[in-house]
């Protein structure tokens, strides 16, 4: 299976940056599709942004234009650049992979989902 290890989450003032990185181990012949996803308290987990393996991205419209996503296949490492944070972007932050991998003669799929990362966005 697929482990993914989040990181790079913390404290941040209105207006300022974090990178966030999701590093995936493990028994994995390609990862199809990573994407971020965040939660906040009371509300419901939400897509990010999200990219393939071909390097298509899709970005939440409340994150266009401050946030990236960006990857590094030789380092299976996903990143997502965040700049100009808001209050209301205050949330656990997780990566999810859909990847293959082989197993019985075959190629399987899976998917998997990190632990997740608190980013608090105040002053």
């Known amino acids: 299976q697929v482990q993914l290890v989040e990181s790079g989450g913390g404290l941040v003032q209105p207006g300022g940056s974090l990178r966030l990185s999701c590093a995936a181990s493990?028994?994995?012949?390609?990862?199809?599709?990573t994407a971020w996803y965040r939660q906040a308290p009371g509300k419901e987990r939400e897509l990010v942004a999200s990219?393939?393996?071909?390097?298509?991205?899709n970005d939440a419209d409340s994150v266009k234009g401050r946030f990236t996503i960006s990857r590094d296949n030789a380092k299976k490492t996903v990143y997502l650049q965040m700049n100009s944070l808001k209050p209301e972007d205050t949330a656990v932050y997780s990566c999810n992979a859909d990847f293959k991998y082989w197993r019985g003669g075959a190629f399987l799929s899976g998917t998997s989902w990190g632990q997740g990362t608190q980013v608090t966005v105040s002053s």
């Open positions: 990219i393939t393996s071909g390097g298509s991205t």
């Open positions: 493990g028994s994995i012949f390609t990862i199809d599709r």
